[in-house]
């Protein structure tokens, strides 16, 4: 065998369909009996026919990434636009909204309208740039950036700095704006202001008035695993699940073998044959604060108490800026914060298919200590029903995986870490260790590709398409195109 790919998530997937599609021989080893990772949709039994994204549901960086792009994603899965991507409920019944359009985003922010569209409007204007810089890998020039891009660059440089810091309150005067700029820096789960949480908002906030905003597939986050996997296997991969790596032994014969894992997991596979250099930096690579999920049945739409609220595909529930600082911090202190920073997402509102005999699934997360085992399902309850009265009335049943449990569906979220390694300054450009090469595992023909390495979490198969293209050259001196033979 040419290669083994231990892991099915989208970054796996990807460096699979990457190799395949050169010709090589590929086979995908995936620990659980459902193949996809943090991309499944699942029927948890909780109603009939009833789907739900056990993890990723929104998918802004999926049509931005250059890997879904070349091989032509909106060709195979029905990304579905809400007409706002995000919103922000606020205490006395306000709303931010940041709409697929900009200009209407601009006029609803009042004041602050200007200020939004001079940060976000300006690079959402240039979001492939965007997407150059804070999707690449963050060793390498990106192509094209030069002498195109720079401006942008320059300009995403300059406003994480500001919205990174203790300036990040200079530009805004009211509190809708910058609680909307906020909900979307919480992505990060890690204390605000941050360069690495204004990195992610920035990211993320010009997305949403670009291209396809924030889309969630028809059907649900499976359709983007079905579609990598049905060109795996028309390029003659294979994807063999309930097979576990825990020793080289759980290993075929294969030439090079991509980890779409944590460190961690690399270590105890192949720990002993990585150069001690390399294994001992490995060792240092954190992982970052929990989320609890928790997946609700509906019998109608959530109640939010500001109408437009029901038109964002993804809700942030956290109230304002300083509120939801204060309960990012509460949670890396290792506390529950009382109004724990809530991301909630009904599918519903852009895909009526996901409705079955009248009940739909609501999609939420809490952000929560790393490794606690508290159930969230009250405190998530609890702060939607702060911006949506009567919530509770419309809950037919729920389920909560907590922080702790995490693991146990996906190796690859630590204790809760849904980003597989805290996102920190550090963890963002070292990530995982300070190598040259951050794919290369340390060992011949050995390489990790998930979420752990750049450009970081996120559905976007990057990780695999870098870590791939490299182990493509390198074990097999193959030069050609990337994917070629589409
Ligand atoms: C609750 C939640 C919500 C999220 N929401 C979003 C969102 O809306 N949008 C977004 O873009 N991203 C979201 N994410 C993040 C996104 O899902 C991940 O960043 C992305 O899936 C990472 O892809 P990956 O391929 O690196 O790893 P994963 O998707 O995590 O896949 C890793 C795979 O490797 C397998 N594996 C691990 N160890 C072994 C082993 N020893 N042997 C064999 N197999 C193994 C795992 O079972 C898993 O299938 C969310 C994540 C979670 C958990």
């Known amino acids: 065998m040419d290669v083994a790919v231990v892991g099915s998530g989208p970054n796996g997937l990807a460096a699979a369909v990457t190799m395949a599609r050169a010709g090589l021989d590929v086979t995908v080893l995936e620990a659980q009996?459902?193949?996809?990772?943090?991309?499944?949709?699942?029927?948890?039994?909780?109603?009939?026919?009833?789907?739900?994204?056990?993890?990723?549901?929104?998918?802004?960086m999926a049509w931005a990434s250059p890997f879904f792009q070349a091989i032509g994603l909106e060709r195979r899965?029905?990304?579905?636009?809400?007409?706002?991507?995000?919103?922000?409920?606020?205490?006395?019944?306000?709303?931010?909204?940041?709409?697929?359009?900009?200009?209407?985003?601009?006029?609803?922010?009042?004041?602050?309208?200007p200020a939004w569209r001079a940060l976000v409007g300006a690079l959402s204007g240039h979001a492939s740039d965007v997407v150059r810089v804070a999707l690449g890998d963050k060793r390498s020039v990106p192509t094209g950036l030069v002498p195109r891009g720079v401006a942008t660059a320059a300009r995403f440089g300059l406003g994480v700095l500001e919205q990174g810091s203790a300036a990040w309150g200079l530009r805004f005067r009211d509190e809708v704006a910058p609680a909307l700029l906020t909900g979307v820096a919480a992505h990060a789960i890690t204390p605000l202001p941050s360069p690495a949480a204004a990195g992610t908002a920035l990211l993320l906030a010009?997305?949403?008035?670009?291209?396809?905003?924030?889309?969630?597939?028809?059907?649900?986050?499976?359709?983007?695993?079905a579609a990598l996997v049905d060109d795996l296997l028309a390029h003659g991969g294979t994807v063999v699940a309930d097979h576990p790596v825990r020793s080289?032994?759980?290993?075929?014969?294969?030439?090079?073998?991509?980890?779409?894992?944590?460190?961690?997991?690399?270590?105890?596979?192949?720990?002993?044959?990585?150069?001690?250099?390399?294994?001992?930096?490995?060792?240092?690579?954190?992982?970052?604060?929990?989320?609890?999920?928790?997946?609700?049945?509906?019998?109608?739409?959530?109640?939010?108490?500001?109408?437009?609220?029901?038109?964002?595909?993804?809700?942030?529930?956290?109230g304002t800026r300083p509120q939801m600082a204060r309960a990012e911090a509460e949670v890396h202190a290792g506390r529950h914060a009382d109004l724990p920073m809530c991301l909630v997402s009904d599918p519903a509102t852009v895909d009526p298919g996901r409705v079955r005999g009248g009940l739909r699934p609501l999609w939420t997360y809490a952000h929560v200590p790393a490794g606690s085992d508290v159930d969230?399902?009250?405190?998530?309850?609890?702060?939607?029903?702060?911006?949506?009265?009567?919530?509770?009335?419309?809950?037919?049943?729920?389920?909560?995986?907590?922080?702790?449990?995490?693991?146990?569906?996906?190796?690859?979220?630590?204790?809760?870490?849904?980003?597989?390694?805290?996102?920190?300054?550090?963890?963002?450009?070292?990530?995982?260790?300070?190598?040259?090469?951050?794919?290369?595992?340390?060992?011949?023909?050995?390489?990790l590709c998930s979420a752990a390495t750049p450009p970081g979490p996120g559905v976007h198969g990057l990780g695999g398409w870098f870590a791939a293209r490299r182990a493509l050259r390198r074990e097999f001196g193959i030069r050609v195109r990337p994917l070629a033979g589409a």
């Open 248 to 318: 080289r032994r759980d290993l075929p014969d294969a030439r090079c073998v991509l980890f779409d894992t944590t460190p961690r997991t690399l270590l105890e596979v192949l720990g002993d044959e990585l150069a001690p250099g390399r294994r001992s930096a490995l060792e240092r690579y954190r992982h970052g604060d929990g989320a609890a999920k928790v997946d609700f049945v509906l019998s109608g739409p959530v109640p939010w108490e500001h109408p437009d609220v029901a038109r964002a595909g993804t809700v942030h529930v956290g």
């Open 206 to 225: 010009s997305l949403a008035h670009a291209g396809q905003g924030w889309p969630i597939p028809r059907g649900g986050s499976g359709a983007v695993v």
């Open 376 to 447: 969230v399902t009250e405190a998530v309850t609890r702060h939607i029903e702060r911006y949506a009265p009567g919530f509770r009335d419309v809950v037919v049943a729920s389920r909560c995986v907590p922080a702790a449990r995490m693991a146990d569906h996906n190796a690859n979220y630590v204790g809760g870490d849904i980003a597989a390694g805290a996102v920190s300054l550090r963890q963002i450009i070292a990530r995982p260790t300070a190598a040259a090469d951050p794919y290369a595992a340390g060992a011949d023909g050995v390489y």
């Open 33 to 60: 009996p459902t193949v996809g990772g943090g991309a499944r949709t699942l029927d948890l039994g909780l109603a009939d026919g009833l789907v739900h994204d056990v993890c990723s549901a929104v998918h802004p």
């Open 77 to 113: 899965v029905e990304l579905l636009v809400p007409e706002a991507s995000y919103a922000q409920p606020l205490p006395g019944g306000r709303a931010g909204v940041a709409w697929h359009d900009l200009e209407r985003t601009v006029a609803g922010l009042g004041a602050d309208g």
